[in-house]
T-cell receptor, first 113, second 114 residues
């Protein structure tokens, strides 16, 4: 079965610091997509960043970047210069060949002033 | 604002009640989804509709009954629920040919079953 594991249920960092959220996944497929979604408190979940497994280059979106280690099946999210608005639940997700998106349990991130 | 609207935002119901959750999107998307979000558990995919046809039923109990009258509207009819069904129910939509894997979510309907 394909699974997504986020080992950090909750994290807190000071504003302006860099934080890394961990994610590992399990699949026998060679081509797939990985995602990080952000769910702010009482607001809609939105896509933050996406990585295609066949691309070796790590995806970057402004202050958000990923460290994709395909052999290790690891997909961590790095948030640089964290801001108060980054406080949210972050979900790692995997999309298989059937286009089914499988989510992890989430990491609740608190950015402290 | 992602363009996906869910009502009601909060719902409290007894185990013998019948209620419905509504989801609406005017983004021109062809696929709509129901997810269940419970604390400390992965987001669970419940149902998928593509062009009004149900393409996924993830072994959901029959006390949850989806309805998709058109590509813009999705309902989740609830009856004889159990307390363990209390959760945040998220609706999402997507469009073939758009960014792969990008789901547009509503804010969710917080359901409490007494």
């Amino acid at each position: 079965a394909q699974t997504v594991t986020q080992s950090q249920p909750e994290m807190s960092v000071q504003e302006a610091e860099t934080v890394t959220l961990s994610c590992t996944y399990d699949t026998s497929e060679s081509n797939y997509y990985l995602f990080w979604y952000k769910q702010p408190p009482s607001r809609q979940m939105i896509l933050v960043i996406r990585q295609e497994a066949y691309k070796q280059q790590n995806a970057t979106e402004n202050r958000f970047s990923v460290n994709f280690q395909k052999a290790a099946k690891s997909f961590s999210l790095k948030i640089s210069d964290s801001q108060l608005g980054d406080t949210a639940m972050y979900f790692c997700a995997f999309m298989n060949r059937d286009d089914k998106i499988i989510f992890g349990k989430g990491t609740r991130l608190h950015i402290l002033p | 604002e992602t363009g996906v609207t869910q009502t009601p935002r909060h719902l409290v119901m007894g185990m013998t009640n019948k209620k419905s959750l509504k989801c609406e999107q005017h983004l021109g998307h062809n696929a709509m989804y129901w997810y269940k979000q419970s604390a400390k558990k992965p987001l669970e995919l419940m149902f998928v509709y593509n062009f009004k046809e149900q393409t996924e039923n993830n072994s959901v109990p029959s006390r949850f009954s989806p309805e998709c009258p058109n590509s813009s509207h999705l309902f989740l009819h609830l009856h004889t629920l159990q307390p363990e069904d209390s959760a945040l129910y998220l609706c999402a939509s997507s469009h073939d040919g758009a960014v792969v894997g990008e789901l547009f979510f509503g804010e969710g309907s917080r359901l409490t079953v007494l």
